[in-house]
């Protein structure tokens, strides 16, 4: 009953069907997309409309994925530096013990890198793993788990201290996902010429690239963020992981990323964000809900039998970053004319008269 009524009130979140947003991407055609996006911030919808509609005009939102891996690190301690740096020579010796260990656990899983640091005689042990078309949270789990154990079988000294060690990093903000990645890397990039920059965000290109400076860079260095530098990723990105059965926390790391800015010698706007870390999975938990399912399938990440399409976490990563973009443009065109970001909240949210 209290299961039946958690899945009620999740897909009660209010949610549009936003776009279309005209994409672009290496692996497939121009395609015009309608995007669900599932939000109790309804400025979110008119704000990744607004970028949308910009992509129609100008030849769309070209996006690429650079890289994915599902990572979790385990602990293991030694009883002295000794033993942890034999099993660092073992493990640079023997990278087929990862790969064997990591088929034993599933059909799914490989095993493509790993990242190994030793503290006193303690070793983080930090595993990069393909997971196919689920996000790979558990996959990845229960392959570190058999690596660990096998680590220790071969060297029965070692303790296993625990199967998530921090430097996956789960969850959490971290350098070392921004370095390595985590989940889908993504890049996307929409140039816009100044007349379209004026007449559909009704600001100039120098306004933009401006503010980007001040607000996202020197505001974020000022702040301490950790390698990264945006005004909202995290709206957008929540928006779609509720619609699509993502795991909503792993917003966390998914909205670390940076906005880049420049006003090409003609005059006109370039504008990318990079994510490098996106997590994001067609098949798994959360997939079976009815609306999710049907968001899936709006997305072409399913057919319309509900089978999983080639690549559908793949594609749901590009479509998720050319969100991105929609939203974060809008968003720091309206923050260039000063009262526009209130006025339209407080029509949009509260219902007042412009």
Same mark, same amino acid.
């Not at 899983?109 to 030793?118: D, G, M, P, R, T």
């Not at 990318?272 to 959360?286: A, D």
């Given at each position: 009953?209290?299961?039946?009524?958690?899945?009620? +009130?999740?897909?009660?979140?209010?949610?549009?069907?936003?776009? =279309?947003?005209?994409?672009? *991407?290496?692996?497939?055609? @121009? &395609?015009?997309?309608?995007? =669900?996006?599932?939000?109790?911030?309804?400025?979110?919808?008119?704000?990744?409309?607004?970028?949308?509609?910009?992509?129609?005009?100008?030849?769309?939102?070209?996006?690429?994925?650079?890289?994915? /891996?599902?990572?979790?690190?385990?602990?293991?301690?030694? /009883?002295?530096?000794?033993?942890?740096?034999?099993?660092?020579? #073992?493990?640079?010796?023997?990278?087929?013990?990862?790969?064997?260990?990591?088929?034993?656990?599933?059909?799914?899983?490989? %095993?493509?890198?790993?990242?190994?640091?030793?503290?006193?005689?303690?070793?983080?042990?930090?595993?990069?793993?393909?997971?196919?078309?689920?996000?790979?949270?558990?996959?990845?789990?229960?392959?570190?788990?058999?690596?660990?154990?096998?680590?220790? +079988?071969?060297?029965?000294?070692?303790?296993?201290?625990?199967?998530?060690?921090?430097? %996956?990093? @789960?969850?959490?903000?971290?350098?070392?996902?921004?370095?390595?990645?985590?989940?889908?890397?993504?890049?996307?990039?929409?140039?816009? &010429?100044?007349?379209? %920059?004026?007449?559909?965000?009704?600001? *100039? =290109?120098?306004?933009?690239?401006? $503010?980007?400076?001040?607000? /996202?860079?020197?505001?974020?260095?000022?702040?301490?963020?950790?390698?990264? +530098?945006?005004?909202?990723?995290? /709206?957008?990105?929540?928006?779609? #992981?509720?619609?699509?059965?993502?795991?909503?926390?792993?917003?966390?790391?998914?909205?670390?990323?940076?906005?880049?800015? @420049?006003?090409? &010698?003609?005059?006109?706007?370039?504008?990318?964000?990079?994510?490098?870390? $996106?997590?994001?999975?067609?098949?798994?938990?959360?997939?079976?809900?009815?609306?999710?399912?049907?968001?899936?399938?709006?997305?072409? %990440?399913? @057919?319309?039998?509900?089978?999983?399409? =080639?690549?559908?976490?793949?594609?749901?990563?590009?479509?998720?970053?050319?969100?991105?973009?929609?939203?974060?443009?809008?968003?720091?065109?309206?923050?260039?004319?000063?009262?526009?970001?209130?006025?339209?909240?407080?029509?949009?949210?509260?219902?007042?008269?412009?």
């Amino acid at each position: 009953m209290i299961g039946e009524q958690l899945i009620e +009130a999740f897909a009660s979140i209010p949610q549009q069907l936003v776009g =279309p947003i005209h994409l672009r *991407t290496p692996e497939w055609q @121009d &395609d015009d997309i309608m995007v =669900p996006l599932a939000t109790f911030e309804s400025p979110i919808w008119a704000t990744v409309k607004r970028g949308a509609k910009l992509s129609q005009q100008v030849g769309g939102i070209y996006a690429a994925l650079l890289s994915e /891996n599902m990572t979790r690190s385990i602990l293991l301690e030694a /009883n002295n530096l000794e033993q942890a740096i034999a099993v660092k020579q #073992y493990l640079a010796s023997n990278p087929e013990m990862l790969h064997q260990a990591t088929e034993s656990t599933s059909r799914h899983a490989k %095993c493509l890198s790993y990242h190994l640091e030793i503290v006193g005689k303690l070793i983080f042990l930090r595993l990069s793993f393909n997971t196919d078309q689920a996000s790979g949270h558990n996959m990845a789990t229960k392959s570190a788990d058999a690596i660990g154990r096998g680590l220790v +079988a071969q060297f029965p000294k070692l303790q296993f201290n625990t199967v998530s060690a921090n430097t %996956c990093t @789960d969850k959490k903000n971290a350098a070392i996902n921004g370095i390595l990645g985590r989940g889908k890397s993504v890049v996307a990039e929409m140039h816009i &010429d100044r007349n379209h %920059c004026e007449k559909w965000l009704r600001t *100039t =290109p120098e306004k933009i690239q401006a $503010l980007h400076v001040k607000k /996202n860079l020197i505001g974020s260095v000022l702040a301490g963020s950790v390698r990264s +530098a945006n005004a909202h990723f995290a /709206n957008m990105i929540l928006a779609l #992981y509720l619609a699509t059965g993502q795991d909503g926390a792993n917003v966390i790391e998914g909205s670390q990323g940076i906005t880049h800015v @420049d006003v090409t &010698d003609q005059g006109d706007l370039y504008f990318s964000v990079t994510l490098p870390n $996106l997590i994001v999975g067609t098949i798994g938990n959360g997939k079976n809900l009815d609306f999710v399912r049907e968001n899936l399938q709006q997305l072409h %990440c399913l @057919d319309d039998k509900g089978e999983l399409m =080639p690549n559908s976490s793949q594609r749901l990563a590009l479509i998720t970053a050319a969100t991105v973009l929609c939203g974060e443009l809008s968003l720091l065109a309206a923050q260039t004319n000063p009262g526009e970001l209130t006025r339209s909240h407080m029509i949009l949210e509260r219902k007042e008269s412009p």
